[in-house]
C-alpha cells in the first residue's frame, strides 16, 4: 500500500522560509510523478510544483517558481517543496501526492485517484 507522510509546516513570518518533506512507503518515488498541492479555507485545491523524479519539475506560476523549489532524495525516498520568501497568501494547508492517473506530469492537476498524504498545515503572518 502506497503511502505518503508529509511534515515540516508551522507558522512563520512573511519573509520567512520552511521546507516540507513527503516520504513516501510502499512504492519507490524514482521515475514517479510528484507533486505539491495546497488548498487555503475557501478556495479550492491548486497545485504548486511537480516533479518527474530524475527528468525535470515544474512551477503552477513564476511566482511561485521564483520562491519555491521542488526537489528529490531517492535514497530517503523524500520529496521536499523548499519555500522561501512567505507570504500571507501561501498560508494554507500542503499536500503531497503521487500521480496515478495516465495524464503528462507537467499537467497533472491531481485527483481522487491518486494517491495522497494527509497534509502539514502551513501559516505565514504580516
Known amino acids: 500500500q502506497v503511502q505518503l507522510v508529509e511534515s515540516g509546516g508551522g507558522s512563520v513570518q512573511a519573509g520567512g522560509s520552511l521546507r516540507l518533506s513527503c516520504t513516501a512507503s510502499g512504492v519507490q518515488i524514482s521515475r514517479n510523478c510528484m507533486g505539491w498541492f495546497r488548498q487555503a479555507p475557501g478556495k479550492e ?3 504548486v510544483a511537480r516533479i518527474l523524479i530524475g527528468v525535470y519539475t515544474t ?17 530517503k525516498n523524500t520529496v521536499y517543496l523548499q519555500m522561501n ?3 500571507p497568501e501561501d498560508t494554507a494547508m500542503y499536500y503531497c501526492a503521487i500521480r496515478r492517473v495516465s495524464v503528462p506530469c507537467d499537467t497533472w492537476t491531481g485527483t481522487e485517484d491518486d ?9 505565514v503572518s504580516s
Open 59 to 75: 512551477y503552477s506560476s513564476d511566482s511561485l517558481k521564483g520562491r519555491f523549489t521542488i526537489a528529490q532524495d531517492t535514497y
Open 85 to 87: 520568501l512567505l507570504k
Open 115 to 123: 494517491v495522497w498524504g494527509q497534509g502539514t498545515q502551513v501559516t
Open 45 to 47: 485545491r491548486e497545485g
